[in-house]
């Protein structure tokens, strides 16, 4: 069955602190692994894609990561800040051109001053 | 302003009730998408259309419909047969489905029954 689990369900860090969220996906075939921002009662934001043959990927403080043979993915942010605090979203592709992604439930993030 | 744009942000339905959710988009793209979240899950696919006059069921289709008459516009309606529709509404949309495309989220509507 196809499925993308993360860790940890929420996460509180004190605002400066570098994190890093896990992504680990069962999907098969595999196109690209996104992940996406949602701050709360807003619709995701993109941050970060991936196709199977990158391994790193950045956007500004957020930088992903893809091993494909393992079939994780972490996003680690550096020098948080409190806009940092929102849900941070794994989705999957799974193979070729699909308009069906498998969504992950998310990482919950809270940044404290 | 080029975007997603949903309405209503929240919405009451009553018993036995259809209520329809709107969702416009001028990015010019193609696919659309309805999205269902529920507080501790991911997000679930419940219709998604490639082109106007043509939209397939996801995974939670059942007690929802939807139409495509113009490139721009999505609505959803939930219908009396959806027993348990309080839950955030997302539409989506993207150019296609290629390898590097990505969906693009409007601001969602919070259904509610009264």
């Known amino acids: 069955k196809n499925q993308v689990e993360q860790s940890p369900q929420s996460l509180i860090i004190l605002e400066g602190k570098n994190c890093t969220l896990q992504c680990n996906y069962t999907v098969s075939p595999f196109s690209n692994l996104r992940w996406y921002k949602q701050d709360t009662g807003r619709g995701p934001v993109s941050l970060t894609i991936m196709t199977f043959s ?3 990927k950045s956007n500004g403080r957020y930088t992903a990561t893809l091993d494909a043979d393992t079939k994780q993915s972490s996003l680690h ?11 941070y979203i794994c989705v999957v592709s799974p193979g070729g051109s699909s308009y069906k992604l498998i969504f992950g439930s998310g990482t919950r993030l809270l940044v404290r001053p | 302003d080029g975007g997603i744009t949903q309405s209503p942000k929240y919405l009451f339905r009553k018993e036995g009730q259809n209520v329809t959710l709107s969702c ?3 990015l010019n793209h193609d696919a659309m998408y309805w999205y269902r979240q529920d507080p501790g899950q991911g997000l679930r696919l419940i219709y998604y259309s490639q082109i106007v006059n043509d939209f397939q069921k996801g995974d939670i289709a059942e007690g929802y419909s939807v139409s495509r008459e113009k490139k ?6 939930v219908t009396s047969a959806q027993k348990n529709p309080t839950a955030f509404y997302l539409c989506a949309s993207s ?20």
Do not use: C, K
Request: aromatic content about 6%; overall charge negative.
């Open chain 1, 77 to 87: 942010i550096t020098a948080s800040q409190l806009s940092d605090s929102a849900s």
């Open chain 1, 54 to 56: 990158e391994n790193t």
């Open chain 2, 24 to 26: 416009e988009q001028n």
């Open chain 2, 72 to 77: 721009e516009s999505f609505p959803l309606t």
């Open chain 2, 95 to 114: 150019i296609g489905a290629g390898l590097r495309e990505t969906q693009y989220f409007g601001p969602g509507t919070r259904l509610l029954v009264l």
